[in-house]
């Protein structure tokens, strides 16, 4: 190596040492990028599970008082519109 190489191996060096240290620049803020993204999906998550945790209460709730309430209708549709089993209609268990 001749001494006129030093200065351009020196920035040739300088040069790739200056895009490295854009490169871990970039790198770092992609990685900042991915873990905030990461996080905001856990939080999402943890959020929708909630969700559906308080969902699926309501639904078990209504369904109770559901089950007595179309429980009611239903006899009354077995029966016919103003009519009932003690009025003298026949049952379809009777027939």
């Known amino acids: 190596m001749t001494p006129a190489m030093i200065p351009t191996y ?3 060096l300088s040069a790739i ?3 490295l240290r854009e490169l871990v620049a970039e790198y770092r803020g992609v ?5 905030d993204l990461v996080e905001g999906q856990e939080r ?4 929708l599970e909630r969700i559906g945790a308080a969902m699926e209460q309501r ?4 369904g109770e008082s559901g ?7 239903v006899e009354g549709s077995e ?6 089993q003690e009025g003298g209609t026949p049952s379809s268990a009777s027939c």
Do not use: C
């Open 79 to 84: 029966d016919g519109p103003g009519e009932s």
């Open 17 to 19: 040492e200056k895009a």
């Open 31 to 35: 990685r900042k990028s991915l873990r």
């Open 67 to 73: 089950k007595e309430e179309s429980g009611d209708d």
């Open 10 to 12: 020196g920035r040739v």
């Open 59 to 62: 639904w078990d709730s209504e």
């Open 44 to 47: 999402n998550t943890a959020q």
